[in-house]
Every structure is written in structure tokens, then in C-alpha cells.
């Protein structure tokens, strides 16, 4: 990867409700991407957010009888505790609720109208007479014109098709069941239609490093065509309009949501000091955006249309790492079955380093994958306590009990480092492309050949019989230990610190092999990774609806 900035853009997960394992499996590589660029010295901007608005909060809120903001800040909340839990490292993580935010969309909308792709339309909308009240999309449900299943009105989630009302089928009100009738509004749209060239021509540009299942979402709903879009909302949870007219209507999310990407990014460039227009316009700036399957086209089609239409010359995305489903022994999650895991359970039964690797060496990077219990502690025990711990926990041991925690001077044999050297080029090329899962396949298999190599050496039998040999074999264990911390650090920052602080190792901006300071002492020698037992776990424990609990207290 020659250029020298990054920006990442992690999608922002909907406040409505504890984040699942679906969530954090599409979030997590954005995190890997961050440490991976820091390392490697490249400028690097990480940004997030909630996404707070939006008609599912609402209906939420009026379900319960409170303010929307009261549920959307409770999510927030959540989330950022979930993502410093699991040593996520933005460089913003906000909402859509802030100030600077909802100035920033306003400021984005004003210079699209200036660019004369925004109108005004009257048209007729479904409306409730029972309800006495327009219904938005979500607020509706009908059978789907593709494929003849039930859908909502914005997107079916069978087929994964963009809808929009008008072609949805026996339009039923969400909340009363009755059918919806038809009554004339006004709303803005973008001119969609007349930025399809531009679409398709950066959808040539950059469908190469894309995962195959972007490119065939993206490449179907441009087949489709791309059509105008409303971009205001008959909501009164939101962000204003900036228009005249439309005191009654609020920013649609579809559009101020991705805007938020912008807003992060303006926010955490300001707090390093750096301008942050000229960085996300540089030709030296690469974009990479995680985000799971059913935000696709929103990242593909809807965020390049938008920054198109705000000002061409702002870094379209050019890494899609996007992932497939997770679903839960083999079913699709759901929490009428009782077999949704929420990250909050993860984090309560789990050390976070373990969770960390297991939704990275099992990605759904390609296809759909399936989290399961068994699998994740098998896992854990083998590759974390049985690899990677083991080969740290008994090198050091054997020098803690015996030789007093002493190093001994470093004396590399060639093919350690040679070994070392060819694991961060080809793990660095792998995270460039954004191969995260074959990133982590790559390090275990370093982790095998450090083991290989020390019960060939035997350097059990070395003390005895040949210090010199001993120390020898050992230092290039304790060479290939502090590249393991360093190589690992982006999937496992926790333990790589443990490692590093332990053995007087320097941190680091350089993707390059590191050596150690044979001036350490150390004296205690803790357990890596504990070994976890399959049935002593309970799943169910942080599944819980967590606004409803703390409504019940």
C-alpha cells in the first residue's frame, strides 16, 4: 500500500438495540485496518458513530412513552462501553445527535442544492386514516415485487432489494394493520438518476478490491437503474431541513447517516490539528469502509452518489471490506428462537482478545459462517492457550525458574529471521487487501513453525547439556515472541501489550521485526490465555434487553 493516509470508516450501528455478534463481525476488521495503518506509520483517521435518528426509534420511543433521545443515548452509551471493552481504537466515535454533526449535514445539503441536484415534489404518500398520520417506509409492510416475500418499505431483507413504497405490494400500517391510502405531500429529492454515470464509472474504477459479493450487489442495483430518492422524512425526531417549507419534516438517515463518515472525520482531524478537507481530498489518501452485507449499497452507490454530488473531488471509498451473515448454529439469529448472542454476553463470559480472534480467523468474509460455542472455546483452547500461549508460557517460564527471569543476548539464526521477516511482509500484504481471515491464518502459521522450532532445538535438554547452544535457541524464541506481540498486536492488542511491557520492549510505529533488551529481568510469568470449558458457560447471561432492564430497576 503506497499511499501514505487512510481513512476508515467503521458503519455505525443503529441505536435501537444491543449490538449482536453479526455487529461486531463487521465492525471488528475496521479496528484491525487502524492499528495495522498506525504501525505500519501511515496517517490515519478511524471514525464511527451511533446512528440515532430514524423511524425505528420512534416507534420504539412511542411504544414505550419516551423521548426518543432518552432510547437513542442509552444505545449510545452501550456501544461505546461494548467497543472500549474490546480495544477498538477510534479516533472519533460520536452520534448523529451532535451539534456538529447535524451542522455538518445541513452545511453538505446546502452545497448539493448548489450543485442543482436537489428538488421538491408533490406526490401522493401512503397515509393511515386509522393512525391520522403519514407512514414512512418502515412504518410499513407488504409483500415484495421481486421476490413475492413479506418486506418493509425501504428494503427487502430476503433479497436484499432497495424498495421504495410505491412498488411495494398490499401495503398494510405497521402499527394498526390497516391498509394505507393515498394523499399528496412535498418532499426534497436528490437527483440520483443524474449521477449514474459517475457511479458506474467509480464502481469500474475500484470493483477489483472489492469481495465478490459487493461487487454483485452493486453491479445488480445499478442493473436496476438508479432512480431520484426523498431525502426528507415526516418525522419529528431528526435533523432540521434547511430549506423553507419543510418545518414539518426532518433529514432523511439514509442520507445523513453515511454524511456522518464527513462529520467524524472533520471532528477527529480538528482534535490532531490537521485539516481535515485536505486530507480526505489527497491523492495520497486511500478510503477503506467494514460494514456488513446489508449495507453494501448504501457504501457502494449511495456514499460515492452523495460525495459526487457534494464535491467530486472528495476520496470515493476504495476498499469495500464488507462481510456476510453470522448465524447462530447454522440458523439465522433471532430472538423470538433465543439464539441471538448479543456482544454484551460476549464480553461478560469472554476475555476480549479471545472474541478478537475467533470474528477474525472465522470472518464471513466470502459467505455466511456460524457462530457456535463448541467452536469458538475449541478455538480459544487450541490456537490461544494451546499455540500461541503455550509457546510464550513455557519459554518464559523455564527462564523465570531457572535462570531468574534473565534474557540472554540476542544470536539470530538465519532462518528465524528470515522466517520473521517473511510474516510481516506477507501478513502486511494481506491486511493492505484487506484479507483480515488469511491475515490471521498466516500468523498462526507462524505460531506453528516458532513451536515446530522449539521442540526440534529442545531447549529443555540444551540447559544441561549446552548453555551456550541453550541460550542461543533461546534467544531466537524470545525474538520470535516479541514479533508475535508486534505481528499481533492489530487482532490481539491486549496480550500484545502484556508481551511487550513484560520483555522492556518500545512501542513502535514501524511494521518491521523488533528485538528485545537483554537488560530485562522479569519475575512473574502470567498464564496468557486460560483454558475455557465449553459447559461452565452460559450465553444467555448480557442477552438481555439491556434499556428494558435498566426500565424495570
Not at 134 to 139: A, C, K, L, P
Not at 471 to 484: A, D, G, H, L, P
Not at 495 to 512: C, D, I, S, Y
Amino acid at each position: 500500500m503506497k499511499k501514505k493516509n487512510v481513512f476508515i470508516g467503521g458503519a455505525w450501528p443503529y441505536a435501537n438495540n444491543s449490538m449482536h455478534v453479526g455487529h461486531l463481525a463487521a465492525l471488528l476488521p475496521g479496528d484491525i485496518l487502524a492499528r495495522y495503518f498506525r504501525k505500519n506509520g501511515n496517517k490515519t483517521l478511524y471514525v464511527s458513530g451511533s446512528d440515532c435518528h430514524g423511524t425505528p426509534i420512534t416507534l420504539r420511543a412511542e411504544k414505550l412513552g419516551v423521548d426518543p433521545k432518552e432510547i437513542a443515548t442509552h444505545y449510545h452509551e452501550e456501544f461505546s462501553k461494548n467497543f472500549k471493552d474490546l480495544w477498538f481504537s477510534y479516533d472519533m466515535y460520536t452520534n448523529t445527535m451532535q451539534q456538529f454533526h447535524k451542522d455538518n449535514v445541513k452545511k453538505k445539503l446546502l452545497n448539493i442544492d448548489k450543485n442543482n441536484l436537489l428538488y421538491s415534489k408533490t406526490e401522493l404518500e401512503d397515509f393511515c386514516p386509522c393512525c391520522n398520520k403519514y407512514v414512512s417506509d418502515r412504518e410499513i409492510v407488504g409483500i415484495c415485487p421481486i421476490c413475492g416475500n413479506t418486506a418493509d418499505g425501504d428494503q427487502c431483507d430476503k433479497c436484499l432489494t432497495a424498495l421504495t413504497p410505491d412498488i411495494l405490494k398490499d401495503k398494510k400500517c405497521k402499527v394498526c394493520k390497516s391498509n394505507t391510502v393515498l394523499k399528496e405531500n412535498t418532499h426534497l429529492y436528490l437527483k440520483l438518476s443524474e449521477l449514474t454515470d459517475k457511479v458506474k464509472s467509480y464502481y469500474e474504477k475500484y470493483k477489483d478490491n472489492w469481495r465478490q459479493t459487493a461487487v454483485n450487489e452493486t453491479a445488480k442495483y445499478l442493473k436496476e437503474g438508479l432512480r431520484d430518492r426523498a431525502i426528507t422524512r415526516q418525522l419529528n425526531w431528526g435533523i432540521d431541513i434547511p430549506f423553507d417549507g419543510f418545518d414539518d419534516k426532518k433529514v432523511y438517515v439514509w442520507i445523513e447517516a453515511v454524511i456522518g463518515y464527513l462529520s467524524a472525520g472533520a471532528e477527529a482531524a480538528k482534535n490532531q490539528g490537521f485539516d481535515f478537507e485536505e486530507f480526505i481530498r489527497s491523492n495520497d489518501t486511500v478510503s477503506y469502509y467494514a460494514h456488513g452485507k446489508d449495507n453494501i449499497v448504501f457504501h457502494t452507490v449511495i456514499l460515492p452518489a452523495l460525495l459526487c454530488a457534494i464535491d467530486e473531488t472528495i476520496s470515493k471509498p476504495e476498499m469495500i471490506v464488507s462481510c456476510e451473515y453470522i448465524n447462530m448454529n447454522e440458523e439465522k439469529m433471532s430472538k423470538s428462537k433465543g439464539n441471538l448472542v448479543t456482544v454484551n454476553s460476549l464480553i461478560q463470559n469472554f476475555d476480549s482478545d479471545s472474541i478478537r480472534y475467533y470474528f477474525i480467523f472465522n470472518n464471513p468474509e466470502r459467505k455466511d459462517s456460524s457462530f457456535s460455542l463448541d467452536e469458538f472455546v475449541a478455538l480459544h483452547n487450541k490456537h490461544l492457550v494451546g499455540g500461541y500461549g503455550n509457546f510464550i508460557n513455557r519459554n518464559l517460564a523455564f527462564l523465570s525458574k531457572k535462570f531468574e527471569g534473565k534474557l540472554p543476548e540476542l544470536n539470530l539464526d538465519k532462518e528465524v529471521k528470515e522466517e520473521v521477516a517473511k510474516a510481516y511482509q506477507e501478513v502486511g500484504d494481506l491486511i493492505d487487501k484487506g484479507e483480515l481471515r488469511s491475515a490471521a491464518t498466516r500468523l498462526y502459521d507462524f505460531i506453528q513453525f516458532a513451536n515446530k522450532y522449539y521442540d526440534q532445538s529442545t531447549p529443555w535438554v540444551l540447559a544441561k547439556t549446552n548453555i551456550e547452544e541453550f541460550n542461543k535457541v533461546t534467544s531466537n524464541c524470545i525474538y520470535m515472541i516479541v514479533n508475535m506481540a508486534n505481528l499481533y498486536e492489530p487482532i490481539l492488542p491486549k496480550h500484545a501489550l502484556m508481551v511487550k511491557k513484560m520483555l522492556g520492549v518500545q512501542e513502535n510505529t514501524n511494521w518491521a521485526p523488533v528485538s528485545y533488551d537483554s537488560n530485562v529481568v522479569f519475575e512473574n510469568v502470567p498464564i496468557m490465555f486460560e483454558r475455557l470449558d465449553a459447559t461452565a458457560i452460559d450465553l444467555s447471561k448480557g442477552s438481555e434487553d439491556t434499556l428494558m432492564l435498566k426500565n424495570n430497576k
